[in-house]
């Protein structure tokens, strides 16, 4: 059963919403661990056999339908990315939060090396474009919704506001050199994991957008240059396995900074109930206005 009612979103709400949408969906609920919560609250359960993606408030419906016509198309294409279980009809509505499952790969903590991904994400951007349309890449479309609800400084959330403005700005007037087509929207090392079998697959497809193919390149170059999280042998093996290198690109610089943004923004939702996320949203901001040093933003 699914209602349409609205209810305050935490981690205790998700497991309950979870836990109805597994009633309709005839899925075991026991043994549910939560592995994040931003957006989405994420889901392990069945033993690690299943994932359920549970939307954080019913604007999120759109982009889980979005998500399930396109895993039925990558399915179709016979494309590594993570596939729909359970009989229902998906996404499941409860209480106005859509819910999602799918299958477990591996561990869940088990990641594609830096080469496969680029292979990978250049397979995915050569598919013929997909039997249904997808909405054109906004980066901002969710900045203002996220910092108006988030718990944080006024000073804090007018800095990130008058950024946001800026590279608005800066972004209309970019000069792209890579195709327009379909894309991920959120490529990174987080998203393509291993399954059983150690073959690597993507996944979080419910971003899938249509925009310029630098946007997909972006996470994996910043996560070496900005971060430190990837290796120079890691990144030279993405750039080999895609065939391009977005750093070289004239306006890298700039979507380096509204990623950035839209990592601080996606945090600041969490800010109210962590204070690890709290604590993690200002040292970003300060790095930010003094145009410091990224080396010591931690991973979420």
Not at 35 to 61: C, E, N, W
Not at 178 to 191: A, I
Request: proline share 5%.
């Amino acid at each position: 059963m699914t209602t349409t009612e609205r209810t305050e979103f935490d981690a205790n709400a998700a497991v309950a919403i979870l836990r109805e949408a597994c009633d309709a969906a005839e899925v075991d609920p026991n043994g549910t661990e939560m592995l994040r919560f931003g957006d989405h609250a994420v889901f392990r359960i069945a033993g690690g056999r299943i994932v359920s993606r549970v939307g954080r408030s019913p604007d999120r419906l759109p982009s889980a339908r979005r998500e399930v016509a396109v895993a039925e198309w990558l399915a179709d294409e016979e494309y590594p990315a993570a596939r729909l279980v359970t009989e229902a009809e998906q996404p499941i509505v409860v209480r106005g939060h859509p819910v999602t499952f799918w299958e477990g790969l591996a561990d869940g903590d088990t990641y594609a090396s830096t080469g496969e991904m680029g292979v990978l994400l250049r397979r995915l951007h050569d598919l013929q474009s997909p039997p249904f349309s997808l909405p054109p890449l906004q980066p901002f479309d969710k900045v203002a919704q996220r910092l108006k609800s988030a718990a944080i400084a006024s000073a804090t959330r007018d800095f990130l506001r008058s950024m946001a403005e800026k590279l608005a700005a800066e972004y209309g007037g970019l000069r792209y050199v890579l195709p327009v087509g379909h894309l991920h929207g959120d490529f990174n090392v987080g998203n393509v994991l291993r399954d059983a079998l150690g073959h690597p697959k993507v996944i979080d497809l419910d971003g899938f957008v249509v925009g310029a193919r630098e946007w997909d390149l972006m996470q994996t170059a910043m996560y070496y240059d900005s971060f430190g999280w990837h290796t120079e042998a890691e990144y030279a093996d993405f750039v080999t396995g895609y065939g391009f290198d977005v750093r070289e690109w004239s306006g890298y610089k700039t979507l380096r900074s509204i990623r950035e943004l839209l990592m601080v923004t996606w945090l600041s939702q969490n800010a109210g109930t962590s204070p690890r996320a709290a604590e993690e949203v200002e040292k970003r901001v300060e790095s930010l206005r003094s145009g410091g040093s990224r080396r010591d933003w931690a991973p979420f």
